[in-house]
Structure formats: C-alpha cells, structure tokens
T-cell receptor, first 114, second 116 residues
Framework: AQSVSQHNHHVILSEAASLELGCNYS??????LFWYVQYPGQHLQLLLK??????LVKGIKGFEAEFIKSKFSFNLRKPSVQWSDTAEYFC????????????FGAGTQVVVTP | SAVISQKPSRDICQRGTSLTIQCQVD?????MFWYRQQPGQSLTLIAT?????????ESGFVIDKFPISRPNLTFSTLTVSNMSPEDSSIYLC?????????????FGPGTRLTVL
C-alpha cells in the first residue's frame, strides 16, 4: 500500500542541538513533498515544500529538507533548535496526478528543552 | 494564501446525535478537503469537496455517515452523523488555493469533537 513513514514518533533534545527528522514514502510516480508543523494550540502550517528543481529546499524558521529520489526520502533538518521549535511535525506527499489527496505521515512530536 | 475559519471550534456531543461543522474561506477556491485527526494519530483524508459536484469519499468513509455540502466556492460543511465515541477526533478542512493539483494546502484551525 502507498504510505508515508516518519521514523520517529517522539524526539526530545536540548536547545542548540541539531534536528533531523526522517520521512520516506512509497509512491512510485511523481510526487510533491511537504513538511507541515503544528505548534501547540495552533493551525497546521507549511514549513517547506518540494515540487522540482534543487533537491535541497529551505523553509521558514531555519528549516531545510533534502529530497533524495533514489531513497524515496525527504528528511527535515535544522542545525540548531530553539525552545520555540517544540511542535508536532508532519511529512506529507501528494502524487501529482491525485488531485490534492495529501497523504500524511504519523507525525513526530519534538520537544526542545531549555 | 488562504485564511480558513471553522465553526464550532469544539463541541461535546451525545451518542446518536449529529454535528455539522462549517468551513469558511476568505477567497474562492475550487478544491476543499475534509480531514480527520484521531487522538494521537495523523491526519486522514475523509473526502474532497468540489463546488458543483458530489463529494468524493476515501476508502472507509461514506456519505451517509459524513454528508458534505459545498454550496459555493468559499464554504463547505461536514456533518458527522449518528455519532459514537469512536468519532471523537479533530476535524479539519483545507483548501488548495492554487486551483491546480498538488500544490500547498492551507488548513483551518480544526473542530475538536468529543462524543460521550
């Protein structure tokens, strides 16, 4: 079955530590890739997206992600996290011929301690 | 971008009743989507609601349980019918403001439903 997998359900780290969240998908065709973030009590909002071109994409708040087509991966990174990065992070994928059917990963709860 | 509001923001309902959730967008959009986020889980697409046509439901979701209306390009409703405690979830609407497939979706704040 087609799916989106996030490797970690829960991550705890200290401020200034580096963060990397894994995401793999199983679709064989052309996809658009997204990372969404949900801060406590807030809407889901887009961190970054990849449609085509440079596989290293930069998003808001210092986040970046790298698309590796051969590995079906789209991992999220931030070199130095802050307490305000505490949130739930969702990887999501749309097959370009699926008319908006966004498939989400299970989410990763990230807690950054001061 | 698009700004989306949902009503109600939360509700507590009795088993066997129905709740209609409203989704309002600040611009005209073709594609609207309804998602469910069960406790501790990710988002699951319920259906796609395009103006002027019947909603398209995903596997495991049926119109009798989740009827959807889409009367115009800025508004949609989702009804959760004959509720049971298993329907306790956050229900979110989203829109693709680009008008074409595969682009960024903007999400509403969600409706937190508890069924007793």
């Amino acid at each position: 079955a087609q799916s989106v997998s996030q490797h970690n359900h829960h991550v705890i780290l200290s401020e200034a530590a580096s963060l990397e969240l894994g995401c793999n998908y199983s679709y064989g065709g052309t996809v658009n890739l997204f990372w969404y973030v949900q801060y406590p009590g807030q809407h889901l909002q887009l961190l970054l997206k990849y449609f085509s071109g440079d596989p290293l994409v930069k998003g808001i708040k210092g986040f970046e992600a790298e698309f590796i087509k051969s590995k079906f991966s789209f991992n999220l990174r931030k070199p130095s996290v802050q307490w305000s990065d505490t949130a739930e992070y969702f990887c999501a994928v749309i097959q370009t011929d699926s008319w908006g059917k966004l498939q989400f990963g299970a989410g990763t709860q990230v807690v950054v301690t001061p | 971008s698009a700004v989306i509001s949902q009503k109600p923001s939360r509700d507590i309902c009795q088993r066997g009743t129905s709740l209609t959730i409203q989704c309002q967008v600040d611009s005209q959009v073709t594609m609207m989507f309804w998602y469910r986020q069960q406790p501790g889980q990710s988002l699951t697409l319920i259906a796609t609601a395009n103006q002027g046509s019947e909603a398209t439901y995903e596997s495991g979701f049926v119109i009798d349980k989740f009827p959807i209306s889409r009367p115009n390009l800025t508004f949609s409703t989702l009804t959760v019918s004959n509720m049971s405690p298993e329907d306790s979830s956050i229900y979110l609407c989203s829109v693709d403001a680009s008008g074409s497939s595969g682009n960024e979706q903007f999400f509403g704040p969600g409706t937190r439903l508890t069924v007793l």
